[in-house]
């Protein structure tokens, strides 16, 4: 039961553009979302979180949004530049429940920036 | 300074065979988590170490996977008996503090034939 979807395997988009993210979670005790980004034969590195208290965290080039309603988050990135090309992982953990070491991630999305 | 590191970066092994896995946390990381990444899916949690105690196992499979941090840095992964299921890619992160960012080491793959 995959409670982080990322629906989309893979998004391309040209240099220059936007790149948009998206992941849905059903967990409704998920309150902390994390995005991961993740080059090959690298492991995941941090890139963003927001907090649910929050509708949207922004860093540079990069904006999360979250729809806590809809249960959906995703992720901006704009400009996109080829070195953006990775895979990003969604992720989430349940921080007031005392889990905020557990993440749970979603299957990841291949981003291909072309330029 | 150094990040994380995870030795080997490749196992191949054959079914029925036991295999450590290591990992070498950031110095001055008190929390160490193992996850599995199998093919075509997200890291999923495997375990969680504050210190050298195990405060979550709720992820590993069964008892074959068997972990340990017994001085409160390097941390080993054990899979006993393995089988062909048990082939992925085990990553090792660690933190400053629990909640903290995790970093993530390069991951073993391990192959089971």
């Known amino acids: 039961d995959q409670q982080v979807k990322q629906n989309s395997p893979s998004l391309s988009v040209q240099e220059g553009r936007i790149s948009i993210l998206n992941c849905d979670y059903t967990?409704?005790?998920?309150?902390?979302f994390l995005w991961y980004k993740k080059y090959p034969a690298e492991g995941p590195t941090f890139l963003i979180s927001?907090?649910?208290?929050?509708d949207k965290n922004e860093d540079g080039r990069f904006t999360v949004f979250l729809n806590k309603s809809a249960k959906h988050l995703s992720l901006h990135i704009v400009p996109s530049q080829p070195g953006d090309s990775a895979v990003y992982f969604c992720?989430?953990?349940?921080?007031?429940?005392?889990?905020?070491?557990?993440?749970?991630f979603g299957k990841g999305t291949l981003l291909t920036v072309n330029p | 300074g150094a990040g994380v590191s995870q030795t080997p970066s490749n196992k191949v092994t054959e079914k029925g065979k036991y295999v450590e896995l290591r990992c070498d946390p950031i110095?001055?990381?008190?929390?160490l988590y193992w996850y599995r990444q199998s093919l075509g899916q997200g890291p999923e949690f495997l375990i969680y170490?504050?210190?050298?105690?195990?405060?979550?196992d709720s992820g590993l499979p069964n008892d074959r996977f068997f972990a340990v941090r017994p001085e409160g840095s390097v941390s080993t992964l054990k899979i006993q008996r393995t089988e062909r299921g048990d082939s992925a890619v085990y990553l090792c992160?660690?933190?400053?503090?629990?909640?903290?960012?995790?970093?993530f080491g390069p991951g073993t793959r391990l192959t089971v034939t």
């Open positions: 992160a660690s933190s400053q503090d629990t909640g903290d960012e995790q970093y």
């Open positions: 967990n409704s005790m998920f309150d902390y």
């Open positions: 927001i907090s649910s208290i929050k």
């Open positions: 992720a989430a953990s349940d921080v007031s429940g005392g889990s905020n070491y557990k993440l749970t």
């Open positions: 110095s001055g990381h008190t929390a």
């Open positions: 170490f504050q210190g050298t105690g195990a405060a979550d």
